[in-house]
Every structure is written in structure tokens, then in C-alpha cells.
């Protein structure tokens, strides 16, 4: 048996929460290594469903979770989201969560400074105004507030003054009030009690657990084409989100992430700003997102739709280390007469293979399609091979050459069940 790693391989909004989900159910350790409450999982089982952004998806399956030294962390944030949940029926504890002592803290100026920027900005990002991007710059700046400095208030003001040294000459400059420093120790100091508790060493945990032989599954949040190196920047989140992060993002060795799983949509699509060569600007495009219920859960805004971009995800298999895909929302596709996959670009009149990596030539290519052939029954719930049209496995194959790699699950529906296991990733 082997650890997991689960990776969007797209722009996000694959479906990972519930595939995160069904595999806890095999593994005894469930661990988040990057971003923070802009990610959004959502978790269908039976009739309840479960929102969670910062929370590893095991808790739903009351798996060891781990929020890992590789995530910001709102804490503010973080006990809305146990106290949404508890109301839902889950009861997080600290013999369930941990929150990795090293983890760096997003504060309320650095949401107030996301805003500022992106409403100042000529070339809008699409951020979801969290404050993940200025707290991984104080992160990398060696100015950051952490998990563990909670635990330790008489540190907290000589923290607080450098942390603020910065940023109130950042305030003074978008014309806001500069932070007042007692305040923000004051709401540290009451919210620290409700946090410490769940505070812990995740690296000695994940080591303990291996050493102990238990399966861990790693869960990355966003996706390959928003990595802040691989993706399509500079509309791109702040964090590495390729696989190779699950390392560095927990506190294990690389050979530790196990088998390395890329969720992908049976179409594509994106929220926010940034490049898109297959997005459909017609009513194809609008069916594909009332099909799909495209919304995002983080933020509602609707999802930009298109289709299924070979090009895009045969090279975040490469760049992301994908092992195996998980195909999901295959039933949103029931009922169209023919689908299209792009299998390559045009740019200046050559043929590219890939995406470029400057911003000018990946919003100048044009997709070069091919067309399969729709299906008319039903693929919605099917759980074996045998459930599926002889259509719809024939562009689930066609997708697997065109990536170059195989599918391991195949996901019909939002519900948990509704999964068909090919090849077990685990082993």
C-alpha cells in the first residue's frame, strides 16, 4: 500500500472535495500542504453537504486531519468553519484536527490589502480578497505571524511592530488608516485560547504515522494552472500547488506523497481573470455551466465554461507528476450530439503543442479541435463500466491518449457513492 496525493489538474473546481472524500475512507491521515480559505471543497453524502475552505476534507469521514505548515491559515476563519460544520453534524476536536505549529496566520490587514490592490489594479487578478497572497509575501519576507507565536503572547507586540513597520507604510500609501498595533494584539490574545488547542507538531504526527505504517492522503486545494510557477501567471494563486508541494507543504520527504492523483473536469473551466483558449462565449457554454451548477463555493462567482483542453492537461500531468486521473462531472456532458476536445493550439500560423508561458502568446492561441460523438442515455450515478454508454467510454479513452495518462476513477455525480473505481490508487 501506498500514500496519496490529490492534485487539481485544471483550474480548479475538479471536484476534489468529494474525491478527497471518498478516498479517506481508505486512509487513516488526511493532510492539507498548500493555500488557504480561498480553496473550496465541496462534499455531498446522502442529503447533507458540506463547504469547507480550510478544513482537510477527511474531517467529514472523521479521519486524523492535519492543516499543514504549507497553509495560511485565517484562524478567525478557521473556527467559522468548525462552527459551520458542527451545526451540520460534525464535531471537530483536537483527536481530530491539528494545525501545524509553523503555519503562517493570515490577519485582518491582509485581507484589508488584497482589496486595496485588486481594487486599485489596472489588470485585475480575479482574487478572492482572502489575504493569501500578502501573507505568503510576509511569509517569504520573515515577518509573519505564526501558528505556534499564539502560544506565546508575551512575543506577540515585538512581532506585531515589524509586522506592522511594513504594512502601515503599504496603508499609508493606497491612503488608509495605518493598523493600530493594540488592537490587533488585543484580538489576538482572544481568539489565541480558541486556536491553541488544536496547535501541534504535523511533522512528528505524519512521521509517527508512517513509522506506524497508516495511509496518508495529502490534499492540495486549487490546481496546477493556477501554481504560482507552472500556471498561467500572472493570473495564478501565490502558492505551488503541483504535488511536489505536498512535501514541502507537511514536512515529508518527497518519496513520502505516494501515488500522485490529478482530478479533471470532463470540460474545463475557470473562475477569475486570465487566459482560456477553449472558453465557449455562446449557449453551449452557458448549458455547460447550468449543467454543471458552475458557481464557485468559495466565492459564488459563475465559472467561465468551455471544452475539454487536452493541451492544458497533458501538460499538468507532466509539470504536476500525475500518475493517474480522476475524470469527474462525466454526466454534466448526457444529451449533447457531438463534444469537442482540443487536441492542440494555433499561434501565428504553426501548430504549439503546449502553452506558452508568456501572457501575450497564451491569450493569443486559437484551439484545434476534434469532434466525438455524443451520447444520449444517462451517465448520472453509473458506477460500474457496465452502466456507461459505449459513447461515453470511448471519450473517456480518447481523453487518456490525448493526456497521456489513465484514468483511475471516474466520478457521475456529486454524491460521494456515485464513483467508479478503475485502478486502485492506493496501490
Given at each position: 500500500?501506498?500514500?496519496?496525493?490529490?492534485?487539481?489538474?485544471?483550474?480548479?473546481?475538479?471536484?476534489?472535495?468529494?474525491?478527497?472524500?471518498?478516498?479517506?475512507?481508505?486512509?487513516?491521515?488526511?493532510?492539507?500542504?498548500?493555500?488557504?480559505?480561498?480553496a473550496g471543497h465541496?462534499?455531498?453524502?446522502?442529503?447533507?453537504?458540506?463547504?469547507?475552505?480550510?478544513?482537510?476534507?477527511?474531517?467529514?469521514?472523521?479521519?486524523?486531519?492535519?492543516?499543514?505548515?504549507?497553509?495560511?491559515?485565517?484562524?478567525?476563519?478557521?473556527?467559522?468553519?468548525?462552527?459551520?460544520?458542527?451545526?451540520?453534524?460534525?464535531?471537530?476536536?483536537?483527536?481530530?484536527?491539528?494545525?501545524?505549529?509553523?503555519?503562517?496566520?493570515?490577519?485582518?490587514?491582509?485581507?484589508?490589502?488584497?482589496?486595496?490592490?485588486?481594487?486599485?489594479?489596472?489588470?485585475?487578478?480575479?482574487?478572492?480578497?482572502?489575504?493569501?497572497?500578502?501573507?505568503?509575501?510576509?511569509?517569504v519576507g520573515r515577518?509573519?505571524?505564526?501558528?505556534?507565536?499564539?502560544?506565546?503572547?508575551?512575543?506577540?507586540?515585538?512581532?506585531?511592530?515589524?509586522?506592522?513597520?511594513?504594512?502601515?507604510?503599504?496603508?499609508?500609501?493606497?491612503?488608509?488608516?495605518?493598523?493600530?498595533?493594540?488592537?490587533?494584539?488585543?484580538?489576538?490574545?482572544?481568539?489565541?485560547?480558541?486556536?491553541?488547542?488544536?496547535?501541534?507538531?504535523?511533522?512528528?504526527?505524519?512521521?509517527?504515522?508512517?513509522?506506524?505504517?497508516?495511509?496518508?492522503?495529502?490534499?492540495?486545494?486549487?490546481?496546477?494552472?493556477?501554481?504560482?510557477?507552472?500556471?498561467?501567471?500572472?493570473?495564478?494563486?501565490?502558492?505551488?500547488?503541483?504535488?511536489?508541494?505536498?512535501?514541502?507543504?507537511?514536512?515529508?520527504?518527497?518519496?513520502?506523497?505516494?501515488?500522485?492523483?490529478?482530478?479533471?473536469?470532463?470540460?474545463?473551466?475557470?473562475?477569475?481573470?486570465?487566459?482560456?483558449?477553449?472558453?465557449?462565449?455562446?449557449?453551449?457554454?452557458?448549458?455547460?455551466?447550468?449543467?454543471?451548477?458552475?458557481?464557485?463555493?468559495?466565492?459564488?462567482?459563475?465559472?467561465?465554461?468551455?471544452?475539454?483542453?487536452?493541451?492544458?492537461?497533458?501538460?499538468?500531468?507532466?509539470?504536476?507528476?500525475?500518475?493517474?486521473?480522476?475524470?469527474?462531472?462525466?454526466?454534466?456532458?448526457?444529451?449533447f450530439e457531438e463534444?469537442?476536445?482540443?487536441?492542440?493550439?494555433?499561434?501565428?500560423?504553426?501548430?504549439?503543442?503546449?502553452?506558452?508561458?508568456?501572457?501575450?502568446?497564451?491569450?493569443?492561441?486559437?484551439?484545434?479541435?476534434?469532434?466525438?460523438?455524443?451520447?444520449?442515455?444517462?451517465?448520472?450515478?453509473?458506477?460500474?463500466?457496465?452502466?456507461?454508454?459505449?459513447?461515453?467510454?470511448?471519450?473517456?479513452?480518447?481523453?487518456?491518449?490525448?493526456?497521456?495518462?489513465?484514468?483511475?476513477?471516474?466520478?457521475?455525480?456529486?454524491?460521494?457513492?456515485?464513483?467508479?473505481?478503475?485502478?486502485?490508487?492506493?496501490?
Amino acid at each position: 500500500m501506498t500514500n496519496v496525493t490529490v492534485i487539481g489538474a485544471q483550474w480548479g473546481d475538479e471536484g476534489k472535495g468529494k474525491i478527497i472524500d471518498w478516498l479517506s475512507n481508505r486512509a487513516e491521515m488526511v493532510v492539507r500542504f498548500q493555500g488557504g480559505n480561498n480553496a473550496g471543497h465541496t462534499i455531498v453524502v446522502g442529503d447533507k453537504t458540506y463547504k469547507l475552505s480550510l478544513l482537510p476534507s477527511g474531517v467529514v469521514q472523521g479521519k486524523r486531519s492535519i492543516i499543514g505548515n504549507g497553509v495560511v491559515v485565517d484562524p478567525w476563519s478557521l473556527l467559522d468553519e468548525i462552527a459551520r460544520v458542527g451545526a451540520a453534524g460534525l464535531t471537530i476536536t483536537p483527536d481530530i484536527l491539528v494545525l501545524a505549529e509553523n503555519a503562517v496566520l493570515v490577519l485582518p490587514l491582509h485581507r484589508e490589502l488584497d482589496g486595496m490592490r485588486e481594487d486599485a489594479a489596472a489588470q485585475k487578478i480575479g482574487t478572492t480578497k482572502r489575504g493569501i497572497g500578502p501573507s505568503y509575501e510576509d511569509k517569504v519576507g520573515r515577518r509573519a505571524l505564526r501558528a505556534i507565536d499564539l502560544m506565546d503572547p508575551a512575543s506577540l507586540p515585538a512581532k506585531i511592530e515589524k509586522l506592522l513597520a511594513h504594512h502601515n507604510v503599504l496603508r499609508r500609501g493606497f491612503g488608509h488608516a495605518e493598523v493600530d498595533a493594540a488592537a490587533l494584539l488585543v484580538s489576538l490574545k482572544e481568539i489565541a485560547p480558541k486556536i491553541t488547542p488544536f496547535i501541534g507538531s504535523s511533522w512528528r504526527e505524519l512521521d509517527a504515522a508512517k513509522r506506524a505504517g497508516k495511509r496518508i492522503l495529502f490534499e492540495g486545494a486549487q490546481a496546477v494552472l493556477l501554481d504560482i510557477d507552472h500556471g498561467t501567471y500572472p493570473f495564478v494563486t501565490s502558492s505551488n500547488t503541483v504535488a511536489g508541494q505536498a512535501a514541502a507543504g507537511a514536512g515529508v520527504g518527497p518519496r513520502e506523497i505516494g501515488t500522485v492523483l490529478g482530478i479533471v473536469k470532463s470540460y474545463t473551466t475557470r473562475v477569475g481573470e486570465g487566459p482560456f483558449p477553449t472558453e465557449l462565449k455562446d449557449a453551449t457554454g452557458e448549458k455547460l455551466g447550468e449543467r454543471g451548477h458552475e458557481f464557485g463555493t468559495v466565492t459564488g462567482r459563475k465559472r467561465r465554461c468551455g471544452w475539454f483542453d487536452a493541451v492544458l492537461v497533458r501538460q499538468t500531468v507532466i509539470t504536476g507528476g500525475v500518475d493517474g486521473i480522476c475524470l469527474t462531472k462525466l454526466d454534466v456532458l448526457d444529451g449533447f450530439e457531438e463534444l469537442k476536445v482540443c487536441t492542440h493550439y494555433e499561434l501565428d500560423g504553426k501548430r504549439v503543442d503546449y502553452l506558452p508561458a508568456d501572457a501575450n502568446s497564451q491569450a493569443l492561441v486559437k484551439p484545434v479541435y476534434e469532434t466525438l460523438e455524443g451520447w444520449t442515455d444517462s451517465t448520472r450515478g453509473a458506477r460500474s463500466w457496465a452502466q456507461l454508454p459505449a459513447n461515453a467510454i470511448k471519450y473517456v479513452r480518447r481523453i487518456e491518449e490525448l493526456i497521456g495518462a489513465q484514468v483511475a476513477l471516474l466520478s457521475t455525480s456529486p454524491d460521494r457513492d456515485d464513483t467508479i473505481m478503475v485502478r486502485d490508487p492506493f496501490l
